[in-house]
């Protein structure tokens, strides 16, 4: 059974950092895409940002220039690199992998921009 462990949430200031990462363990074979998603109080869960196994991105309009996202293959691990923070960046953020069998969801962390 696949698992995904993530990492890197916390609290931070407008315009501060964060780093989150999530990574794969368990009979993976092949993964394809990785993503983060967000979700806000009273909010449907968004799509952040993804990676395909090529190494091509994408991002949501509110996040670009903002947010990085990048994997290591080797670790089957997943990274979201967020600069610029804002309070409405507020949110539990997921990462979801499309892999060989299927398609998994970390268990969720939660980032808070406040000052």
């Known amino acids: 059974q696949v698992q995904l462990v993530e990492s890197g949430g916390g609290l931070v200031q407008p315009g501060g950092s964060l780093t989150l990462s999530c990574a794969a363990s368990?009979?993976?074979?092949?993964?394809?895409?990785m993503a983060w998603y967000r979700q806000a109080p009273g909010k449907e869960r968004e799509l952040v940002a993804s990676?395909?196994?090529?190494?091509?991105?994408a991002y949501a309009d509110s996040v670009k220039g903002r947010f990085t996202i990048s994997r290591n293959n080797a670790k089957n691990t997943v990274y979201l690199q967020m600069n610029s923070l804002k309070p409405e960046d507020t949110a539990v953020y997921y990462c979801?992998?499309?892999?060989?069998?299927?398609?998994?969801w970390g268990q969720g962390t939660q980032v808070t921009v406040s000052s």
């Open positions: 368990g009979g993976i074979f092949s993964i394809n895409t």
């Open positions: 979801r992998v499309v892999h060989s069998v299927g398609n998994s």
């Open positions: 990676i395909t196994s090529g190494g091509y991105t």
